[in-house]
């Protein structure tokens, strides 16, 4: 590349602009819309004119040149651009070696004018980054890895080069911390375990002598300060940390210390409120083995989870900063996250550094879900490093409840640290019991890491877990099969029906399963009955892949809007008519409402209508009125990025065309997993294909950093 005078381009200021995610397609926000005209390099401009960078990327990039380096050259103008524009389509850094296409489209495929495109050699480009004043350099080797340096070092640039990566200095320093953390906790043992009872302890709660991956759950809860407990839904996660923390319950009473005090959290309202339904569903079944009377089952039924915001304690006005950090920590000596799928590397790093050192961490979620609408993919990379090197890192289905360490294993800082790590893992052989561990397993991330793969909410004949199990194989006959025989799936191909009244005739029975649902909670809700209102709420719910255009949420709200008055003989009327279903989507801790809170408008008295919230339990709901209420949309259909952390009893998924770079794997299986009974799938053969055969990828360090070599502790 050589460097070319300056030609106008228009730009736009506002910085950082929102990641895109699904929820946020086809809206009329245009990032390129002209706001401010700057000199931009020629250089840039087939990859502007390709859609490839954006106007405020090009200004940021040249603010940050403009401010270290008065020259750069064309190939660090264009990777800086590259590093600001990457968290907004959710990569933590720039692969220079798989820059094409990775940074296109959110699946990582490349298009002809992706190939087109004047690329840098990789090498060479790479030697120019390094070189610059923007760009800290760090090696990533396995003896010397990211994870290895020190972050609290004074040299603090715009960008920072780690091998072949590149990132913005802020997103690199939370990815050490992450790996620096986890390597941490990983590696410690609890000082406060009394092995003695722990064996009884466990033995009390699970049952029989074939290998239980709950029971080594519970275990590594007690005996290290980190456990991850990935799996499927129904799998029983949340009937696990019950369990879990009934142990730690039962080793602080065999000490003679007080229960230990929780946070339970989870990233947005709506998966907030069902970890809390979870939990108080788990106490019910607790309380079968030890009595309604059991402390433990007391405090799960009176349990609330918060959002992981909320639990970090938001700040007025601050989007990033919270009230606890490591100068005060949160006040829990046992933190449970739930659906840490949808957290995101910056957020994950706030909560690590928000940590006591002698809390313990428990993780619940599916990797193989949709990642964070934020840049990062926490989760499965942690997965990931946990396992062999030639191991797909989220192998569909099956994986190892305990894998061997793929690094060597790191010789601990002193005999006393040797002898703790020893101690533990003969007591935790000793507890879990041989038949429950392999052999093999190495100390580390592994030890840290179950996989549950015992499916719980499904039948074993369900049509749903194996349509799911094809798709995370990527087995696209297996999906097809499903489809065409299995009892509780439906499937309707768009392009073979016809029309009906001028309406898509693929419709018709989709109208069908939403009015017998939707009539009758619309009659009820008009009828101030708010129990009978509430209780279909989450029987029947279309997901589709974006909020606008063809197919998407805000078609197919008001066709069901059209079907309900037709049915009703009564028109839906303004913002909140009796009978519509409503979703929050902002947060307002003085109504105790969240991101993600689902309720419907009801009559409470002639002329007045409140909105009525679920409250988890027997206790009544909320009412709340309309005008008090944040930001909130309507709800017969929703995004499937919005549906995580939810279930239903039949979903309705609408898959997008072959085309749309939002057609992935994990766009397919996490909408088909939110039905517990029944799913019906809208998409035509070539549709399902291409969200089967397409796997999300992001660009990220953080497994390499977790197979490399445990950091020192940082600071920030």
């Not at 706001?35 to 004119?49: E, G, I």
């Not at 709660?205 to 990935?230: H, K, M």
């Not at 926490?378 to 289905?397: F, H, K, S, T």
């Not at 879990?432 to 840290?448: K, N, Q, Y």
Request: proline share 9%; glycine share 6%; charged share 25%.
């Amino acid at each position: 590349m050589t460097t070319n005078p300056p030609t106008r381009l228009a730009t736009a200021v506002t910085w950082p602009p929102p990641p895109v995610s699904p929820d946020d397609a086809d809206t009329p926000h245009d990032p390129w819309t002209v706001q401010r005209s700057v000199a931009t390099p020629s250089a840039l401009r087939p990859f502007v004119d390709a859609r490839l960078l954006t106007a405020a990327d090009v200004h940021v990039a040249l603010a940050l040149t403009g401010l270290v380096d008065a020259a750069p050259s064309d190939e660090v103008l264009l990777a800086t651009a590259l590093a600001v524009r990457a968290p907004r389509r959710q990569h933590v850094c720039v692969d220079l070696t798989r820059v094409v296409g990775l940074l296109g489209d959110p699946d990582g495929t490349t298009t002809p004018a992706d190939t087109a495109l004047p690329w840098p050699d990789p090498a060479d480009w790479r030697r120019q980054l390094a070189a610059s004043p923007l760009v800290r350099t760090h090696p990533s080797g396995p003896e010397d890895g990211p994870a290895s340096a020190d972050v609290r070092d004074r040299d603090i640039r715009p960008l920072t080069l780690a091998d072949d990566r590149l990132y913005l200095d802020r997103l690199w320093r939370d990815e050490q911390l992450v790996a620096a953390s986890l390597h941490a906790r990983a590696r410690r043992s609890m000082p406060d375990v009394v092995p003695a009872a722990l064996r009884s302890q466990l033995d009390a709660l699970f049952d029989g002598a074939a290998p239980d991956r709950q029971r080594i759950a519970a275990a590594t809860a007690v005996l290290r300060p980190l456990t991850v407990v990935a799996g499927g839904p129904g799998t029983g996660k949340t009937t696990t940390v019950a369990r879990l923390l009934a142990v730690l319950d039962d080793q602080a009473d065999a000490a003679g210390r007080p229960p230990p005090t929780w946070a339970l959290a989870a990233p947005t309202g709506k998966a907030a409120a069902r970890l809390t339904e979870s939990l108080q569903e788990a106490a019910a079944a607790l309380a079968e083995r030890r009595g309604a009377q059991d402390l433990t089952v007391q405090r799960l039924q009176q349990a609330q989870a918060r959002t992981l915001h909320a639990t970090l304690g938001v700040r007025a006005r601050q989007r990033t900063r919270f009230r606890h950090d490591r100068r005060r920590p949160i006040p829990a000596d046992v933190v449970v996250v739930d659906e840490t799928s949808m957290v995101s590397l910056a957020l994950i790093a706030r909560l690590l550094d928000a940590l006591r050192r002698d809390a313990r961490l428990v993780l619940l979620g599916d990797p193989e879900q949709l990642a964070s609408v934020e840049a990062g993919s926490v989760l499965g990379d942690v997965v990931a490093a946990a396992l062999p090197e030639e191991v797909d890192a989220r192998p569909g289905g099956r994986a190892p409840a305990s894998v061997p360490d793929p690094a060597p294993a790191h010789a601990p800082d002193d005999a006393t640290q040797a002898a703790g790590d020893t101690g533990t893992e003969r007591t935790r052989r000793e507890t879990v019991g041989p038949a429950h561990l392999p052999e093999d397993a190495a100390p580390g991330l592994a030890r840290t890491v179950v996989v549950l793969d015992r499916v719980h909410r499904f039948r074993g004949d369900s049509g749903i877990a194996a349509a799911a199990a094809a798709i995370q194989r990527g087995d696209v006959g297996g999906v097809l099969r499903a489809l065409e025989q299995a009892e509780d799936l439906t499937w309707i191909r768009p392009g073979e029906a016809g029309e009906t009244d001028g309406e898509p005739g693929w419709w018709d029975p989709i109208r069908t399963t939403v009015l017998d649902v939707g009539v009758p909670m619309v009659e009820a809700a008009r009828a101030g009955d708010v129990a009978g209102a509430l209780a279909p709420l989450d029987v029947v719910r279309i997901l589709c892949a974006t909020r606008r255009g063809p197919r998407s949420v805000q078609e197919t709200n008001d066709r069901v809007d059209r079907w309900i008055a037709t049915a009703t003989g009564t028109e839906l009327r303004g913002r909140f008519p009796a009978g519509r279903p409503v979703l929050v989507t902002a947060n307002d801790a003085r109504l105790r409402v969240a991101n993600g809170d689902v309720g419907i408008a009801v009559t409470v008295e002639p002329g007045r209508t409140m909105i009525a919230f679920p409250v988890a339990g027997d206790a009544a709901p909320r009412l709340v009125a309309p005008g008090r209420l944040p930001a909130t949309e309507p709800l017969h259909a929703m995004t499937i990025h919005k549906s995580q952390g939810s279930q239903f009893e039949h979903v309705v998924v609408v898959l997008p065309d072959p085309s749309s770079p939002l057609a992935s794997r994990e766009l397919f299986y996490t909408a088909l997993t939110r039905g517990r009974r029944a799913a019906t799938v809208v998409a035509d053969p070539d549709a399902i294909a291409a969200a089967v055969e397409r796997r999300a990828v992001r660009a990220s360090g953080l497994t390499a950093a977790l197979r490399s070599r445990p950091a020192r502790a940082i600071g920030r």
